[in-house]
């Protein structure tokens, strides 16, 4: 799978960069967040491989980064 292009990415960043200031997240590591899988999909890729459904990748931001270990 080829990796997206800045055109792709812009607006999804746009919309986790609130997101990413309500939980305190620094920008390096919402980009590191997006290129790392994560068990929040069900086939456990990373959120860059699910830009066809960017609501879904802003939601689990939403609930990733807001979990308090």
């Known amino acids: ?3 997206p ?3 792709e990415l812009r607006p999804l960043i746009e ?3 609130p997101i990413a ?6 920008k390096r ?8 899988p994560t068990t929040y999909f069900a086939d456990e ?6 830009l066809d459904d ?3 990748i802003v939601r689990i ?3 990733a980064w807001g979990v308090i270990w």
């Open 1 to 3: 799978m080829a990796e």
């Open 5 to 7: 292009t800045n055109e």
């Open 15 to 17: 919309r986790l960069a």
């Open 21 to 26: 200031e309500k939980h305190g997240w620094p």
């Open 29 to 36: 590591d919402v980009i590191h967040w997006l290129r790392s």
């Open 45 to 50: 890729r990373r959120p860059i491989d699910h």
């Open 54 to 56: 960017t609501d879904e």
């Open 61 to 63: 931001a939403d609930e």
